[in-house]
């Protein structure tokens, strides 16, 4: 038997708690995994909550990720002792995920585990840590280097900002941190901002269609208003990453910025990234990421504590990450 939290869906609307489950009711895969630690997104809160139609198959066991060390396992990849970690390929949405003491996936979605990190601190960094890597590496991929200009990172207080802020500032890059909590700037100076602004500034005039030239590359995970003013602020041959939708799923956007000053958008799906990429993304973690830096990023909660921080994560008043010790 073990603990897990649970999202039924019943004709009265759909029901969050946390249960007692038998090991013969996890859905096939074939490694087991002892999780150690998951971690509390966006989308966890989301489906936790029931306020967006993120789970597509009831009953679910939430958690778009997990960290832990495999109990057995009929994959050639894995073997009993094995450090492993899962991000998304559709965990917590259509295959039972992270927010239990144990799992049962397909071993072809796992990663090892970076010698450099412990469980604890791989679900530190999680989904949102993972992503802002991938938002980096598309950065790099585009050209954009340290010296070029300065960086805007949008929802810097959140998961996926927090991470990105360090790891740039790391990497060399000029970092802009926008944030709707000013309250918060010593802490984004600490991640490496050399500048904050208000988010305001981005995220409630209407998308226009061209601003002033103030960035040679972003990272937003707001979408909406947000990321269309962001366009039309870029620099020439600018580089938006696109990551997230927490204001919204719209783009009211103009084609000004694209035609006139020859700006890319490019979109990060993390969910199904490849394996040799995602490993790729986790390996430069290892190398970019500021450890001292980590411990400011991440709070640890109880796998009871999740459901309550669910409804504070989509409200915006949770700074970094939420990391989730399944065992407490």
Known sequence: MFNAMLIEKSQHGIFTRIVELDEAELPEGDVAV??????????????????????????MVPGIDFAGVVESSSNPCWKAGDKVLLNGRGIGELHWGGLAQKARVKGEWLSSIPEAFSCQQAMAIGT????????????????????DGEILVTGANGGV???????????????????????????????????????????????????????????????????????????YRGVAVACGLAQGNDFPASVAPFILRGITLVGIDSVYTPGEERNKAWLRLAKDLDHEKLGRIAHVIGLSEAKAKADELLSGWVRGRLVVDVNR
């Open 161 to 235: 900002g927090s991470i990105a802020v360090a790891l740039l500032s790391t990497l060399g890059y000029a970092v802009v941190a926008s944030t709707g909590r000013p309250a918060e700037s010593g802490h984004l100076k600490a991640l490496g901002a050399s500048k904050i602004i208000g988010r305001e500034e981005l995220f409630s005039p209407p998308g226009r269609a061209l601003g002033k030239e103030r960035w040679v590359g972003a990272i937003d995970s707001l979408g909406s208003h947000t990321l269309a003013n962001v366009c039309a602020s870029l620099n």
């Open 128 to 147: 949102a840590g993972y992503t802002a890597m991938l938002c980096v590496m598309a950065l790099e991929r585009h050209g954009i280097k340290p010296g």
């Open 34 to 59: 002892a999780v150690g630690f998951s971690s509390l997104n966006y989308k966890d809160a989301l489906a936790i909550t029931g306020k967006a139609p993120v789970v597509r198959k009831f009953p």
